[in-house]
């Protein structure tokens, strides 16, 4: 245990510690025994999750209608599954070698991102939040650093590992709270590239309601805004887990004529963009947070019965 973490040496802190440990055990272990980990820690979520299940079948209903129930129902338990991958490659990028990880991801596009960064501009790297978002950002730092924004996590332990791996595994790269913004317009302002995922409902403070699977959504418009006051360029990117459990990226273009000057069309081009590769892969986005929270009447309607 290094020195940082003796801190946590606490009682409060063992289950922590004993979930870290069996992480570092499974992420050693062949794929098949890795996918058979998932398929396990999937299902004990139906026992231990109810809550933020309740969450993902909703807004599983509300985005695909077009769905019968039973589409529904295997669409949840993918992505239960697909959770359940997503912290087991979460400790792959804490652990193991990058040589490895990079092995494991194809990045396609990558010629956008440094067209983008050769303007001797910042760029606002955008995307969703994915299952696959923590690997496939780190392996793609990897080859192009960047700077994140992150959420803190309320587990201290948990949070400082994060952090840890983040500093510490991945060169040139800056991490900082989400709440940092003067922390975001240096590194744009030093033409450095930065992590952002603008896809989660913050209420109407720093948003507008805009359609989201044609449903209105509280979106925020500070991407938009942070381009405009910095000039930076926005570079959309997607991860996704491929059937054999290989990894791809994808860089689109810079966006084109972004911002412009209607808040609500910046903000529909995002949602319509992360929509789009949603579709593609609808069990590896992350369907547990309440992304329709603030809703029009005022009251939390759509996740009543929470």
Not at 48 to 59: D, E, L, P, Q, S
Not at 97 to 118: F, M, S
Not at 230 to 243: E, I, K, N, S
Not at 277 to 295: D, G, N, S, V
Request: charged share 20%.
């Amino acid at each position: 245990m290094s020195r940082s973490f003796r801190t946590f040496s606490h009682p409060r802190y063992w289950a922590t510690w004993i979930v870290l440990i069996f992480l570092k055990f499974i992420i050693h272990l062949p794929l098949k025994a890795r996918i058979f980990t998932a398929q396990i820690l999937s299902t004990l979520a139906t026992v231990f999750m109810r809550k933020r299940i309740h969450i993902a079948r909703r807004n599983i209903q509300l985005c695909f209608p077009e769905k019968s129930p039973s589409e529904q129902k295997k669409l949840l338990q993918s992505h239960l599954f697909s959770v359940a991958m997503g912290i087991i490659e979460m400790a792959m990028s804490w652990w193991l070698d990058n040589d490895t990880l990079q092995q494991q991801v194809h990045i396609i596009g990558k010629e956008h991102l440094q067209n983008a960064l050769a303007q001797n501009k910042g760029v606002l790297l955008i995307t969703g939040h994915f299952t696959t978002m923590e690997l496939c950002a780190h392996t793609l730092a990897l080859s192009i650093p960047f700077d994140a924004m992150y959420r803190p996590v309320k587990n201290a332990l948990m949070d400082a590992v994060v952090k840890h791996a983040r500093e510490t595994r991945i060169p040139h790269t800056t991490i900082f709270s989400r709440d940092n913004m003067r922390m975001l317009l240096r590194c744009l302002h030093n033409k450095r590239a930065v992590w952002y995922a603008p896809d989660q409902d913050y209420g109407l403070k720093q948003g507008i309601y805009v359609p989201f699977f044609s449903i209105p959504a509280a979106t925020i418009t500070s991407t938009a805004k942070i381009a405009n006051k910095t000039g930076a360029l926005v570079v959309p990117y997607f991860p996704q887990r491929l059937p054999d459990h290989s990894y791809q990226i994808t860089l689109l273009p810079a966006l084109d004529n972004y911002p412009s000057n209607d808040p609500y069309q910046d903000a529909l081009r995002i949602n319509q963009l992360i929509e789009t590769y949603i579709r593609k892969a609808p069990e590896q986005y992350l369907w547990l947070h309440r992304r329709f929270k603030t809703h029009p009447d005022g009251k939390n309607t759509l996740y009543s019965s929470l």
